[in-house]
């Protein structure tokens, strides 16, 4: 069964400095990965997926993530934090069947202070 | 854009009450989707459904019920609600052969 893993509750940054948000997965199969936030009251929005490909990701707000097969990590960065991008940030595999069902991790909280 | 339209944005029911959510899409997609969202705990599936009057068991359908009449409509029904229902709800949508997922804002429901 597909799992994701986000070992981080709370990640702390100030504004500026790099901000890495971790994710691991186990997957039988190929992965299909995504990142989404989700702002206070908020539904969840779509970051970035993996599907095949480049292993560097780029989305949206200047996000982007790595994906290292060997590592089976799926690490979310940006280069320098803002403070509006203070939210939750899910992790998520795509379920091996035809019915599209994402797995999501526990979200890690992000802080960025002035 | 696509866009996901949940009934409620809060809702405050008493224990036992039958409760009704609301899913609206607005694009052609097969794939509908339940979740609940707790602190810790991520988000955790409930019910989907690929097609209309079809719908599958996620990880949590105990509780929860759901129908599809139309293919633009999915409603999350909580027979007897109960305190430990207390949740975010969210809707999602998904066509067959896309990666991913566009999310309706959530119902915060309270059970009291």
């Known amino acids: 069964a597909q799992s994701v893993a986000q070992p981080e509750d709370q990640v702390n940054v100030a504004e500026g400095n790099p901000l890495t948000v971790k994710c691991t997965y186990s997957?039988?199969?190929?992965?299909?990965l995504f990142w989404y936030v989700q702002y206070p009251n908020r539904g969840l929005q779509f970051l970035l997926k993996?599907?095949?490909?480049?292993?560097l990701v780029k989305g949206s707000y200047g996000f982007e993530a790595e994906f290292n097969k060997s590592q089976t990590s799926f690490h979310l960065k940006k280069p320098s934090a803002l403070v509006s991008d203070s939210a939750l940030y899910f992790c998520?595999?795509?379920?091996?069947?035809?019915?599209?069902?994402?797995?999501f991790g526990a979200g890690t909280q992000v802080v960025v202070t002035p | 854009d696509v866009k996901v339209t949940q009934s409620s944005r809060y809702l405050v029911k008493r224990t036992g009450e039958k409760v009704f959510l609301e899913c609206v899409q607005d694009?052609?997609?097969?794939?509908m989707f339940w979740y609940r969202q707790d602190p810790g705990l991520g988000l955790r599936l409930i019910y989907f459904?690929?097609?209309?009057?079809?719908?599958e068991k996620g990880d949590i359908p105990e509780g929860y019920s759901v129908s599809r009449e139309k293919k633009e409509r999915f409603s999350l029904i909580l027979e007897s609600a109960s305190t430990n229902q207390t949740s975010m709800y969210l809707c999602?949508?998904?066509?067959?052969?896309?990666?991913?997922?566009?999310f309706g804002s959530g119902t915060r429901l309270t059970v009291v």
């Open positions: 999602a949508t998904g066509a067959a052969s896309f990666y991913g997922y566009t």
């Open positions: 694009m052609d997609h097969e794939n």
């Open positions: 997957v039988s199969g190929n992965p299909y």
């Open positions: 998520a595999v795509r379920d091996g069947d035809s019915w599209g069902k994402l797995q």
């Open positions: 993996y599907i095949t490909g480049d292993n």
């Open positions: 459904s690929y097609d209309v009057k079809m719908k």
